[in-house]
């Protein structure tokens, strides 16, 4: 675990690199609590708030995306494999995603009937480049998305523990 592992209550870092002059960032799932400095996505409508379904493709060009916030947003989608393979589709080289959901070892994760996909930590592997997961599946499952784990933290709640995982996309 080189970069993985993050003292307890800090921030992942934003990764490597230079950042172009205006860096695209999207917070998706924003719902009323749309952030600064980002491009704020949501299915409702709202102050602030730029309407997308995410089920469906999303608008932004491959490669354009610097950096993505999607804080309790994914398990609302139904088609996991569809949602990595987007986020992977728009980050571009070096780009950034922190990714927050309920996990499945606690009841958040089953409790609110809007959830329609349910994670762990071990759901990403699939995603990830070089896990027996990704390597062994992903052609047949039509997994593109290939991700590389940079921090993760796993946080207890009321509700269960809910995990942040910091991924980068293996590009060319």
Not at 91 to 103: D, E, N, Q, Y
């Amino acid at each position: 675990m080189t970069e993985r592992a993050a003292a307890a209550g800090t921030a992942p870092p934003l990764g490597p690199g230079t950042r172009p002059a205006a860096p695209v960032m999207l917070n998706l799932g924003c719902g009323a609590s749309p952030l600064a400095g980002f491009v704020n996505i949501d299915i409702v409508e709202g102050p602030g708030v730029q309407v997308v379904d995410l089920r469906q493709p999303w608008p932004w060009a491959e490669s354009s995306v610097d950096y993505v916030n999607a804080s309790h947003v994914i398990e609302h989608l139904p088609d996991k494999i569809f949602t990595m393979n987007e986020l992977y589709r728009v980050l571009r080289p070096g780009a950034m995603a922190l990714i927050t959901v309920p996990t499945t070892d606690g009841p958040g994760a089953w409790q609110d009937p809007t959830h329609v996909s349910y994670w762990n930590r071990r759901s990403f592997l699939y995603f990830e480049a070089g896990s027996p997961y990704r390597e062994g599946f992903a052609a047949a499952y039509g997994i593109h998305a290939k991700l590389q784990t940079r921090w993760e933290q796993l946080t207890p709640t009321p509700d269960g523990p809910q995990l942040s995982i910091l991924v980068e996309p293996v590009k060319p």
